[in-house]
Nanobody
Framework: QEQLVESGGGLVQPGGSLRLSCVAY????????MGWYRQAPGNERELVAT???????NYADSVKGRFTISRDNAKNTVYLQMNSLKPQDTAVYYC???????????????WGQGTQVTVSS
């Protein structure tokens, strides 16, 4: 029943901005860490940014100063504001949530379907 739904990806020129959103749905008791990961063709999925339930953030060195992760606990939503985008940022971006299910109190990581971000001139 638990599902993460992403939105906000698209095509943007270098130096541009995008804002990704991810909403968690389902029978959810609590959400701990949330985060964004990305995967480019031929590469492994890599960490972009994470945020704890208390708002503590962590960023990959490659995006520090350009990306900002935030969350709205009341909406079960995590955001990724991406500024000064580079071609190297091109990838499928996946959101992740470490959550506790209300139905059986199972704690596990859940993933969104992915949203394509393409940075190209």
């Amino acid at each position: 029943q638990e599902q993460l739904v992403e939105s906000g990806g698209g095509l943007v020129q270098p130096g541009g901005s995008l804002r990704l959103s991810c909403v968690a749905y389902g029978s959810i008791y609590s959400i701990f860490d949330m985060g964004w990961y990305r995967q480019a063709p031929g590469n492994e999925r890599e960490l972009v940014a994470t945020i704890t339930s208390d708002g503590i953030t962590n960023y990959a060195d490659s995006v520090k100063g350009r990306f900002t992760i935030s969350r709205d606990n009341a909406k079960n939503t995590v955001y990724l504001q991406m500024n000064s985008l580079k071609p190297q940022d091109t990838a499928v971006y996946y959101c992740n949530a470490d959550l506790l299910r209300a139905s059986d109190y199972r704690r596990d990581d859940y993933w969104g379907q992915g949203t394509q971000v393409t940075v190209s001139s």
